[in-house]
């Protein structure tokens, strides 16, 4: 990939964790490194908590949602309703403009799409002068259609975040992205029924069937080899995209499902860097994860201004991303 | 919406039209202008049917897959598993490039949204370089998850199809794009169950509410009061952006889903022109209509080189669409 990234700002982000904090138990913990995850209380939808996290980052930089020229959500669960636009419903409840030229699109598969999709809203800024701030929000929630949270050998925490980007604009800099992706092992995660494969029925359901699984372990085996060799390329190539060295980067941000993997790739890669790690206290937040990240970096007081964060990110996926940020 | 579309071209358009031909009765007929749908049988899947579409749209140009830069897969309806990521799928089934530079995405609601996710790739096209073909795929079969293919009073048949664009090529020149949101309206269709709202039970599933289906019926009736003006308004922009008056028209295609709507609209433009109208012959074609009235007008010899489309979809959703293109 080559650098396309013109002048990428992250002008705000919006995040809403929630209050109810569910512990694990403590084998889970020692296998995995997740002590506790957040989770919505029965008030909030999918919609409901974008809604929130878009309104948050909107607050942070006092401006109009009617200013926003492109909302995409893109989420790797579900939404209020399945295949309802919740781009739309999200623009209309923030008091966005609700017709003429204004851009709302849905995306399956946030995982580690997240940054990849930034790329796309990165095309959107330089190709069309019309768009001049796009808001990219993602909400998870898995009280239903998860096996009591559990995707394999992680546990699924509730958030949802929006970030405003821009590239004409004041904010922190994108200095540079990459992706890497596994096609082949592209059935790690989906429902095993309720698709064209397998039709949903009551002894499916009583099964438990319609949740958000593992389809193919060979799949997900596959891919496990390859994490630490696959973040390695991912953050040199981002790196590279950024024209920095290691040594340059002030703070590294890790998103992973398992404390070994992410272990393994900071101790490769480390070089005194303070870490942003929210996996023992916050569980596996796939896309979610991405904000929660950029929101501390951003707005805690403890990272200056001028300091260059690396987020890596590698999910229950075939992709894994990373992405340079200077605040 | 401004005319940003500085070159875009169909390369070329791929096709999948079932072959199993399913009557509907003479009642249904009388009410909503449908003879019969086309549907698919038990050996497709959703992505099978993409798959074929997508071969067929670069045979038709002799294209390797490899040289395909972009895939978007999107539909209204479900992929061979819940959240699969299709659009990997499809890319790596065609013999795509697996890895690297190449951007794939899945978009929900197909529907009306088609035209907007073009203007989306127009601007992918414009604003990154590496990207000089696009695919945008969808393809839909009806048998699981919709009321015995009834969505309102309308029906639906199942399909597939794709679309090679570019803009620095010799194909068929977009001249003009435009689309009206009704966003006030969202909520017209959905799935009752299955989603954050309302989990999926054992009583849902019995009761056949896990089904595509009207959500809103009030949404349903505002957006109808609308129709035939909101189609008005898109096919004048849409002639407004292309710098042409309904005279210069040579064909016009429509995608409704009532025939009492298709034939008001046109009674309201008509000068002569061909029309290219699929209701009676293959019911509701949700995105994949879109495919198919393309395909009929660059691939049938009745229509010249030269000859001047616009095409309009109005849908089962709150969008109204409208483009103009050059044979």
Redesign the interface.
């Known amino acids: 990939?080559?650098n396309?990234l013109v002048d990428l700002r992250i002008e705000s982000v919006g995040l809403v964790k929630p209050s109810i904090e569910y512990e694990l138990d403590k084998s889970v913990f020692e296998k995995t490194g997740i002590e506790k995850v957040n989770i919505f209380d029965d008030e909030?939808?999918?919609s409901k908590a974008a809604i929130c996290s878009a309104k948050d980052a909107l607050k942070r930089i006092d401006m109009a949602a009617s200013d926003l020229d492109q909302l995409i959500f893109q989420s790797?669960?579900?939404?209020?309703?399945?295949?309802?636009?919740?781009s739309?419903?999200i623009?209309?409840e923030i008091g966005g403009r609700?017709?003429?030229?204004?851009?709302?699109?849905?995306?399956?598969?946030g995982n580690n799409?997240i940054i990849?999709?930034i790329?796309?809203i990165?095309?959107?800024?330089?190709?069309?002068?019309?768009?001049n701030y796009s808001m990219l929000c993602s909400s998870l929630?898995w009280?239903?259609?998860s096996k009591n949270r559990q995707l394999g050998d992680t546990y699924l925490g509730d958030g949802a975040g929006a970030v405003i980007l821009s590239c004409r604009s004041g904010g922190s800099r994108v200095l540079g992205l990459s992706t890497?992706?596994?096609?082949?092992y592209?059935?790690i995660?989906?429902?095993?029924i309720?698709?064209?494969?397998?039709?949903?029925?009551?002894a499916g359901?009583?099964a438990g069937d319609?949740i958000?699984d593992i389809?193919d372990y060979d799949h997900l085996a596959s891919m496990r080899e390859q994490i630490v060799t696959g973040s390695l390329k991912v953050i040199s190539q981002a790196l590279s995209e950024s024209n920095l060295k290691m040594k340059d980067i002030d703070v590294i941000g890790i998103l992973g499902f398992k404390k070994n993997y992410n272990a393994k790739i900071l101790n490769e890669i480390l070089e005194g860097q303070t870490v942003i790690d929210l996996l023992s206290k916050n569980g596996y937040l796939g896309s979610v994860g991405f904000f929660a990240v950029i929101n501390e970096f951003l707005y805690n007081e403890k990272f200056s201004k001028g300091d260059i964060l690396l987020l890596i990110m590698i999910g229950m996926d075939?992709r894994i991303e990373a992405m340079v940020v200077r605040k």
């Open positions: 990939m080559n396309m909030y939808t999918t790797e669960g579900m939404s209020d309703y399945l295949y309802m636009d919740s739309k419903t623009m209309l609700e017709c003429g030229n204004i851009y709302t699109y849905d995306f399956f598969r799409g990849g999709t790329y796309l990165n095309n959107q800024l330089t190709g069309n002068p019309e768009i929630l009280t239903y259609h890497l992706s596994f096609s082949q592209n059935k995660t989906a429902f095993k309720g698709g064209t494969v397998n039709d949903i029925n009551v359901v009583k319609f958000y389809l075939y």
